[in-house]
């Protein structure tokens, strides 16, 4: 039986196939104190609900994407190394974090396996490998049962209905933040969330589009 987000809490959503959702993730001694439920996500059915292209699949930003992770990594002092091929398939770590559970300390050590090591969570030697490192050598058998598959498709349909559209996205006093670049904001309205209400701040959030046929 699934279970679904408790949308009271304040909430992180991620997919291992982000490089900036692990630069967000190595600042974690900057985030707000609060205790984030961590929530896995499957980014590619984000960008299917609403109608988005990832960034990898134009060729000019896909090369500005990798660039500008690297970029920020060594502006922040953060080990990087990106795996042999990107975009890859981030089902199997996925569904090992979901059936366990995962707290910050396991989805961190499944994020550095990937983008400070370099490795290719997709195959079967490497995930085994990570399913070692995690303390779970039983992962390829657990991602297996059925419910654990529920499950992630459960969180990636919960978090649609928040409005979640990509990752990383913190959500916090029923507001989202997305972007690896967004945790100044969530610091300073984990500070002042008075600030959202704001005259200017309703104001921009509820213009009209000056266009016709625009759904944005």
């Given at each position: 039986m699934t279970v679904g987000i408790d949308a009271r809490q304040p909430l992180w959503f991620y997919d291992f196939v982000s490089p900036f959702t692990y630069l967000l993730l190595e600042q974690h001694d900057k985030w707000p104190g609060f205790d984030f439920v961590f929530t896995p996500v499957?980014?590619?059915?984000l960008?299917?609900?609403?109608?988005?292209?990832?960034?990898?699949g134009v060729p000019s930003k896909r090369t500005f994407m990798y660039r500008h992770a690297l970029f920020r990594a060594e502006q922040l002092g953060i080990p990087y190394r990106m795996p042999p091929a990107h975009p890859f398939d981030s089902m199997k770590p996925l569904l090992l974090a979901t059936a366990a559970n995962g707290d910050v300390n396991f989805v961190r050590e499944i994020f550095r396996f990937i983008w400070r090591e370099g490795r290719d969570p997709s195959t079967?030697?490497?995930?085994?490998?990570?399913?070692?490192?995690?303390?779970l050598p039983e992962g390829p058998e657990l991602i297996k049962d059925p419910e654990v598959k529920a499950q992630l498709q459960r969180n990636t349909a919960d978090a649609i209905g928040l409005?979640?559209?990509?990752?990383?996205?913190?959500r916090l006093?029923?507001?989202l933040f997305w972007g690896e670049d967004a945790l100044p904001m969530v610091l300073y309205c984990a500070r002042t969330p008075n600030w959202l209400e704001s005259k200017e701040v309703k104001r921009i959030s509820t213009l009209p589009s000056g266009l016709v046929d625009s759904q944005t």
């Open positions: 499957v980014l590619n059915d960008y299917r609900h609403w109608g988005q292209r990832p960034a990898y079967n030697e490497a995930f085994a490998e990570l399913c070692e490192r995690v303390g409005g979640v559209y990509g990752v990383p996205t913190f006093n029923d507001q």
